[in-house]
């Protein structure tokens, strides 16, 4: 019967620890159902990328203090995970606070830095609470911000909230049993924080701190387990993660570089009786643009699963600002919403199954994509390098190329550049004209 | 040709003297043929001339970059143009283009090299600040705008596209001006509304037009001239002025022109 806690201790590590390994397989599988894309080359220039944007926050500190708060939280998850490892060696071997001995001396300097950590992250999340709930910021709003990613914001803030009082909770009864010489409950010396706490539950007697110590160790690592889980499922969370390989792949060119399509060039070439370059010759034209996700390219869905749901991109759109329909966010949630579905699809009727619907037209409207004047505003925004103009697009160019669905204005458009060589109607003949009036 | 004549010789003219010029001006699509930005390119050939630059235009050689009908997802009609155009680049032996169109300029620095066409590529206002820096164009203490309010407008397509926020900001700096920031510029610059391809169709609808927000904020700085560097966003805010009726006291200028008058061209 000793054992049993850490039997059930080892149980619980496994189960949760099994569910994240199938999680993470399934976001991998369906990342890969994109179309495959180089971004394997210059390392040094993306490792760079990553820990200034990534590691580093840099493109947070746009908007200062979500920033510090952010920063608050971040530092807190990062560096409280030292006791998480704490947490689960004492939980597998039955030990209580095993670094102690290790630590020495420094051992309550450490914990004084995670009761800060985790005062700070409590503080942080209530003031996002409050933003997002009370204050009502702009940006946490709008059409594709209803329902789920709503109560997912809240929730990851509620849950973080609720691991840190477990955290100082099981602190404050421990110092007070420490204080009472109980057995099991090892003198470590003082927490600066906790102790502040101790009236609280000074009154109480020492089967009951028993429990409540007890009883945060386990809710607090329980919380930690199921938070794991979550994260994983289907909650923007998951950017705690996949900013790093997301910020590492990052477009390193000029913002203003679009993608050239190869097989296009391929076709140009022929057209044109001009040789076609080596290694263009097998290039396998495919679907032109793009109508589902599997279209998209692998960095394109990575990008949806990296998305927060923070709304800088919308905030900063020219034509969101203006009461279109289009919302960088929503292309972002879009894509990785259907890509799930998808997903699922697969799971269910095997790998080739068609459901007939598609990313273009079931998700996404061809409204919202004409309205983007690729302006980047959204891609500078972005605090994880996300690139939503790059999936605006591939569904124009399917839209165009496969369809021949232009507005008309843009038909006449294609039509001036093919027979004058520009897009207004003018004689290609005219074009020096303007010369005479220099010398008039 | 007489002292005075301002000259504007194309490649071909040169090709047949068998002479290469420093640099060639590309001009583009509004530059040659929309009757505003036709002053933008006749500033920015007058200055050309006064300091003696070498430099030629393409003339009736010269085709839509394509850069239009790419960003609206006619990927194939871009690669023609692209493809085209480049024949006739590299056939000339064309090493340095400066443009006055920030679009021109982004796709041929961007997009053309991937497609066989590799030049080094300056938008005007980094030319003109390279004029600046070398000393050919000096502050000379005066002129009509010193001490009054300019704004300048970031164009997407130089700032957040490659970039490009000092130079247009240096050009302007010599003509001793009051420069006065929009609360969005550099990096948050607001987009004129005319990339993308919506220059060439209406926009969707909403409850405002993105130029018109745009316009509201130059007017609101106070300045008297707002000052453009790409043809685009100068149709979209000499609009957006007509629009709010202030076209007799607020002017938009590209920094070609004024540079040009600065320089008494």
């Excluded at chain 1, 201790?9 to 390994?21: A, K, M, N, Q, Y």
């Excluded at chain 2, 050939?45 to 003696?52: A, Q, T």
């Excluded at chain 2, 009609?77 to 480049?86: D, K, M, P, T, Y």
Aim: glycine share 8%; net charge neutral.
């Amino acid at each position: 019967m000793e054992f049993l806690p850490q039997v059930i201790f080892l149980i619980l590590l496994s189960v949760s620890g099994f569910f994240i390994t199938k999680s993470i397989l399934r976001i991998r599988r369906n990342i890969l159902l994109g179309r495959d894309v180089n971004l394997y080359d210059r390392p040094r220039e993306r490792l760079k990328m990553m820990v200034l944007v990534a590691l580093g926050q840099k493109k947070m500190f746009k908007k200062p203090l979500p920033a510090i708060l952010h920063l608050f939280v971040y530092l807190g998850f990062i560096i409280i995970n030292i006791e998480v490892l704490e947490i689960i060696i004492d939980g597998l071997f039955g030990t209580h606070r095993i670094f102690a001995p290790v630590f020495k001396g420094l051992y309550p300097s450490l914990i004084n830095i995670f009761e800060f950590l985790a005062i700070s992250v409590l503080v942080s999340c209530a003031i996002f609470l409050v933003r997002r709930n009370i204050i009502k910021v702009k940006r946490f709003d709008g059409e594709e911000m209803k329902r789920w990613p709503k109560l997912d914001a809240n929730l990851i803030l509620s849950i973080e909230i609720f691991l840190m009082i477990c955290f100082l909770s099981m602190n404050t009864s421990d110092g007070i049993l420490q204080s009472r010489g109980s057995e099991h409950y090892i003198s470590t010396g003082d927490f600066f924080f906790t102790s502040f706490l101790k009236p609280l539950f000074n009154g109480l007697g020492t089967s009951e701190l028993i429990f409540i110590e007890r009883f945060g160790w386990w809710a607090h690592i329980m919380g930690i387990f199921a938070f794991a889980m979550y994260v994983f499922t289907d909650s923007k969370h998951l950017h705690i993660f996949i900013s790093f390989p997301n910020t590492y792949f990052s477009k390193l060119d000029p913002a203003g570089r679009l993608s050239n399509m190869p097989e296009v060039t391929k076709e140009v070439k022929l057209m044109l009786n001009l040789p076609v370059d080596s290694g263009n010759e097998n290039v396998a034209p495919g679907r032109f643009g793009a109508k589902d996700v599997q279209d998209l390219t692998w960095k394109n869905l990575m990008e949806a699963y990296s998305c927060t749901e923070c709304g800088r991109c919308t905030s900063q759109c020219p034509a969101n600002l203006t009461g279109k329909k289009l919302s960088p966010r929503k292309i972002m949630m879009d894509t990785r919403d259907r890509l799930e579905e998808v997903g699922r699809n697969i799971e269910a009727n095997g790998k080739d199954h068609q459901d007939g619907k598609s990313l273009l037209g079931d998700y996404i409207t061809v409204e919202e994509i004409m309205a983007c004047t690729t302006c980047n505003a959204c891609v500078e925004a972005c605090p994880v390098n996300i690139d939503p103009v790059s999936i605006i697009l591939q569904l124009r160019r399917f839209k165009i190329m496969e369809e021949s669905q232009a507005p008309a204005a843009w038909n006449g458009m294609f039509s001036n550049i093919e027979n004058n060589f520009a897009p207004w109607k003018f004689s290609p003949s005219d074009r020096l004209n303007w010369v005479q009036k220099l010398n008039q | 040709m007489s002292e005075n004549m301002i000259n504007v010789p194309t490649m071909a003219e040169l090709a047949a003297k068998g002479v290469t010029p420093e640099i060639l001006f590309w001009v583009g699509c509004a530059g040659s043929f929309d009757e505003r930005a036709k002053s933008i390119t006749a500033a920015f050939v007058k200055i050309l001339n006064k300091l003696s630059v070498n430099f030629a235009v393409l003339g009736t050689e010269e085709s839509c970059t394509g850069e239009p009908a790419k960003r609206a997802g006619n990927e194939f009609l871009f690669q023609v143009q692209a493809v085209s155009n480049i024949e006739v680049l590299n056939a000339y032996g064309i090493k340095k283009i400066v443009t006055a169109c920030p679009h021109c300029f982004n796709t041929i620095k961007n997009e053309y090299p991937e497609l066989g066409g590799n030049y080094e590529v300056l938008h005007h206002s980094e030319f003109l600040q390279q004029l600046i820096n070398e000393g050919k164009i000096k502050l000379q203490g005066g002129g009509e705008f010193k001490g009054k309010k300019i704004t300048y407008h970031d164009s997407c397509y130089l700032g957040r596209s490659n970039n490009i926020y000092e130079a247009p900001r240096k050009v302007l700096e010599i003509l001793d001006a009051e420069l006065v920031e929009m609360k969005r510029s550099r990096t948050k610059g607001l987009c004129c509304g005319a990339g993308g391809a919506q220059m060439f169709k209406e926009p969707e609808p909403g409850f405002k037009d993105i130029n018109i927000e745009r316009t509201e904020e130059a007017i609101g700085t106070g300045a008297k001239v707002i000052a453009a560097a790409c043809p685009f966003c100068m149709t979209m805010l000499s609009d957006g002025v007509k629009n709010k009726e202030k076209e007799s006291e607020i002017k938009v200028y590209d920094i070609a022109e004024l540079i040009a008058k600065y320089e008494g061209l």
